[in-house]
């Protein structure tokens, strides 16, 4: 299957920071990514859906000022979370949608491996 | 509020038997349902998905079964192997509302 990478795997930072989160499409031209969260114990939530070349779009409860989300070029969106704090620590996860693929957009939909923040 | 709920956080199972991985939701109106593989520092993965205009889809080892009127689905694996051994996410609609995922760990 197709191949999106996240770059750092973890990040530790102090409350105030802000943190850049990176997520790729290796192999494919993504013109829509999407960024979930997941808090322990809990499941993977949808965050954002981030479309090359236009704003993204925010799911209910998710402060769009706080998570920027830029997806500026075909294989590369990055999520900046600003001025983090404690409750922002947990585990931030990419996916990418591969325009070439077969079948329903969640089934060509690839996941990178993953963020885990933690913040001090 | 929980509106795919997977009750199981593991399971534990012997190489060779069937693995169950069972999933509920709570909304009548999901049309749509995909199960994920996740292995350790890795993405999900994408494993077999079900329309509810069916009760049954198959492919391979790993089978799906949806309930419409229990509003449950579950995920059969047989032979269960060791390499089946990660954790497993249901979901539901194209939106991907996902469950909170059980792991399973396959023995020899």
């Known amino acids: 299957g197709a191949v999106v990478s996240q770059h750092p795997s973890w990040v530790i930072c102090k409350s105030g920071t802000s943190v850049k989160i990176e997520c790729r499409s290796l192999?494919?031209?993504?013109?829509?990514m999407f960024w979930y969260r997941q808090f322990p114990k809990q499941s993977l939530m949808l965050m954002a859906t981030s479309n090359e070349g236009s704003k993204a779009t925010y799911e209910q409860g998710v402060e769009k000022d706080k998570f920027l989300i830029n997806h500026a070029s075909l294989t590369l969106s990055t999520l900046t979370v600003t001025s983090a704090h404690p409750e922002d620590s947990s585990f931030y996860i990419c996916?990418?949608?591969?325009?070439?693929?077969?079948?329903?957009?969640?089934?060509?939909?690839?996941f990178g491996p993953g963020t885990r923040l933690l913040v001090l | 509020d929980q509106q795919v709920k997977q009750n199981s956080p593991s399971l534990s199972v012997q190489e060779g038997r069937i693995s169950i991985l069972n999933c509920d939701y709570t909304n009548s109106m999901f049309d749509y349902f995909l199960w994920y593989k996740k292995y350790p520092a890795e993405g999900p993965t994408f494993l077999i998905s079900i329309s509810s205009i069916k009760d049954k889809n198959e492919d391979g080892r790993f089978t799906v079964f949806l309930n419409k009127s229990a509003k449950h689905l579950s995920l059969h694996i047989v032979p269960s192997q060791p390499g089946d051994s990660a954790v497993y996410f249901c979901a539901a609609t194209d939106k991907l509302i996902f469950g909170t995922g059980t792991r399973l760990q396959v023995f020899p």
């Open positions: 192999d494919f031209q993504a013109t829509t």
């Open positions: 996916s990418a949608r591969d325009p070439r693929g077969v079948g329903s957009s969640a089934e060509t939909q690839y």
